[in-house]
């Protein structure tokens, strides 16, 4: 993964995102640690903040925490969609601000759940960002079946998700679902946000048992932020062999330093979001 991924701007913004970085374990110790680190981040940004995202968990590596869903919404023509949070104004710190968020299955979804890993200076992240919220085809995705169906920018459609039942990537198990790399708010292509989507039986499990992923998925597909908490690599989902020597062919893994991610084990976490750009 190159440098420019794991700290994506110029050296003054770099000095700035490692220090909110580093102040963001203190996210744990309590509102008064946050409050400074609000008023110290506020003048140079927006939108950052303590926030409370569901994701799927890290289970084993480096990683400090999970990576945030995206809920999904499938079109009546069968391409997939990432929802996006209403667009609302609310005064921060004497100014108005622009804001992504709105009420999903019992918890606040927010644009802030991908404000890391530089992901909250990219376009994309903007509230009022222009986009159709289409998941479309990454460039050079780790799995063969997509490669033959799309060419780079298509959107991807549930019809090619049929098999999803029985579908084998060739590692680890198969009837684990159908996983597909894809792009998502990334029109202007300069930074892309990375999504993984996933139809699986598992997630029409969880949907019937859970009230946020009932109203995050569909038709049993699910997506989260593929952007590695540790140091912002794009980890994927049975797509590597080498994830079997660290108990990950089942599972998400990130092969620049082993970090693993269950992606049917949903947990809430709250972490520091860092500001977007003005
Ligand atoms: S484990 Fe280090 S970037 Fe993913």
């Known amino acids: 993964m190159a440098d420019e991924d794991k700290y994506p701007s110029e050296t003054g913004r770099r000095r700035f995102v490692k220090g909110v970085v580093g102040a963001g374990s203190l996210a744990a110790v309590g509102t008064g640690a946050a409050a400074a680190i609000n008023t110290a981040t506020s003048p140079t940004g927006a939108g950052g903040g303590i926030t409370t995202f569901k994701g799927i968990a890290n289970t084993d590596g480096p990683a400090p ?8 919404e499938i079109q009546d023509d069968g391409t997939i969609k990432g929802v996006w949070p ?7 710190a004497g100014r108005t601000i622009q804001i992504a968020e709105m009420e999903l299955g019992g918890v606040t979804y927010t644009s802030e759940w991908f404000q890391y890993c530089g992901v909250q200076t990219y376009a994309g992240i903007q509230p009022s960002y222009e986009s159709d919220n289409l998941f ?3 460039p050079s995705p780790p799995y063969a079946w997509q490669e033959e169906v799309y060419g780079e920018g298509d959107p991807i459609n549930i019809r090619d998700f049929q098999d999803y039942r029985t579908f084998s990537t ?3 198990k198969a009837g684990l679902g159908k996983p597909a790399m894809c792009t998502w708010r990334s029109e202007e292509g300069e930074n892309t946000i990375p999504v993984q989507v996933l139809r699986a039986p598992q997630v029409e499990r969880l949907a019937q048992e859970d009230e946020f992923m009932a109203a995050a998925t569909d038709q049993g597909v ?22 079997a020597n660290f108990g990950a062919a089942n599972k998400v893994y990130c092969q620049c330093h082993q970090s693993v991610y269950d992606p049917f084990e949903i947990v809430e976490k709250s972490f520091v979001a860092l500001p977007r750009p003005e």
Request: hydrophobic share 40%.
């Open 136 to 138: 479309k085809s990454a």
């Open 86 to 92: 209403e667009v609302k104004e609310v005064e921060e």
């Open 65 to 72: 925490r999970g990576m945030p869903i995206v809920p999904v």
């Open 222 to 243: 699910m997506a989260w932020l593929d952007k590695c908490t540790h140091f912002c690599c794009v980890p994927a989902y049975k797509a590597y062999a080498q994830s």
């Open 170 to 172: 060739g590692i680890g």
